[in-house]
């Protein structure tokens, strides 16, 4: 099997995203541990900062956190229950069939997706589960008018720069292959309380804005980023910050 090269787009934003990146509600994995009453071992793929990993420590015995990025592992939350390992999600070094629960946390579109499930179906259990989600654009249900102009100028300015990859999250993964026996799942939503630092900070991990700022420089792409502190009116006040969890989830036999 050959494996492609990953398209690294993160690496060198890696100390950003493991500070600003949002962190996924509880009753997320309260369900996907739901589903694996008797599963005490969890892989953790692309596991970037290890946010969805540390969750997980609150519910199995051991998570495997694997990402093809150094930077990333490097720069991961520690805990005595986690193993990293830089590896490319398609290949790892995992045992055959030694693993209940399968996650991957708004990654999935970067992955050689026949290879990465083939993997799939090696290191899982029979009784397994995988569980992959996305998410797109935030909303901020109180911002004022200023602020809506201010971000809608922001995502406006930077969509060319998105990868084609996006497209999968904007079609919220529903067209990506996704060959299990699917679990009905109950909706999930994100939330943060922000200040204009916080989500500035949190644009800056995303990969169009390195493109954008490596291709226009940093000078555009700070003006950009002022122009919506200065909308936030008192920057220091916190806002609630709004995403919605797409899930796909799905029994691996």
């Given at each position: 099997m050959t494996i492609m090269p990953f398209k690294d787009c993160f690496s060198q934003l890696a100390r950003g995203y493991a500070r600003y990146r949002?962190?996924?509600p509880p009753s997320l994995f309260e369900y996907l541990i739901s589903l694996i009453p008797d599963g005490t071992i969890a892989w953790d793929c692309a596991t970037g900062n290890g946010q969805v990993a540390l969750a997980l420590t609150?519910?199995?015995q051991q998570v495997y956190a694997t990402d093809a990025s150094f930077q990333q592992i490097e720069q991961a939350f520690q805990h005595e229950r986690i193993h990293y390992q830089v590896a490319p999600a398609e290949k790892t070094n995992l045992a055959d069939h030694s693993v209940d629960l399968v996650t991957v946390g708004q990654a999935l579109h970067w992955f050689d997706?026949?290879?990465?499930?083939?993997e799939v179906r090696r290191v899982v259990k029979p009784t397994g589960i995988i569980a992959v989600w996305c998410y797109g654009f935030f909303e901020i249900p109180d911002a004022s008018q200023p602020i809506h102009q201010a971000l809608q100028h922001f995502f406006e300015l930077i969509?060319?720069?998105w990868t084609p990859e996006r497209d999968l999250v904007n079609q919220r993964y529903q067209t990506i292959p996704f060959p299990f026996e699917e679990v009905a799942s109950p909706p999930f939503v994100m939330v943060a309380d922000w200040t204009a630092h916080h989500l500035i900070g949190?644009?800056?991990t995303w990969s169009a804005v390195h493109l954008f700022s490596q291709q226009k420089g940093q000078a555009a792409i700070a003006s950009a980023l002022n122009d919506l502190e200065a909308a936030w009116e008192d920057s220091a006040t916190p806002l609630l910050v709004r995403w919605q969890l797409h899930t796909r989830i799905g029994k691996v036999e």
């Open positions: 949002p962190h996924y609150n519910y199995v997706l026949e290879s990465f499930y083939q969509e060319p720069f949190y644009l800056g």
